[in-house]
Nanobody, 130 residues
Framework: QVQLAESGGGSVQAGGSMRLSCAVS????????LLWFRQAPGKEREGVAA?????????????YADSVKGRFTVSQDDNAKNTFFLQMNSLKPEDTGTYYC??????????????????WGQGTQVTVSS
């Protein structure tokens, strides 16, 4: 059973940075898609980033939503391969929301919709004040 746990949320002023972590367990495939979503109060869930994880050279790739491109970076811990990070820089008040990590088999072209997600984390709150 796949399980995910986010950590690292909190409050920050606009322009600041924050790093979220996602610990993944129970994934049995060497390749999978690790996703980050967020949801602001009263708004629909939004796909933020999709990281296709592959142990093969050149096999991994990452996509970002236009709203975070150039400011957010997804990475994998070099020492703990089951841990992933979402580094968020130049934060804006509109980045406020609950952030979730999730997994699915393939990222696909519709990764931002959240379709075919196999497991979700419990979420961590990020608040950016102006």
């Amino acid at each position: 059973q796949v399980q995910l746990a986010e950590s690292g949320g909190g409050s920050v002023q606009a322009g600041g940075s924050m790093r979220l972590s996602c610990a993944v367990s129970g994934v049995t495939s060497a390749t999978f898609c690790l996703l980050w979503f967020r949801q602001a109060p009263g708004k629909e869930r939004e796909g933020v980033a999709a990281f296709y994880v592959s142990p093969y050279p050149g096999g991994s790739h990452i996509n970002y939503a236009d709203s975070v491109k150039g400011r957010f970076t997804v990475s994998q811990d070099d020492n703990a391969k089951n841990t992933f990070f979402l580094q968020m820089n130049s934060l804006k008040p509109e980045d406020t929301g609950t952030y979730y990590c999730a997994t699915k088999i393939m990222c696909g072209l519709t990764w931002r919709t959240g379709s075919y997600v196999k497991a979700w984390g419990q979420g961590t709150q990020v608040t950016v004040s102006s």
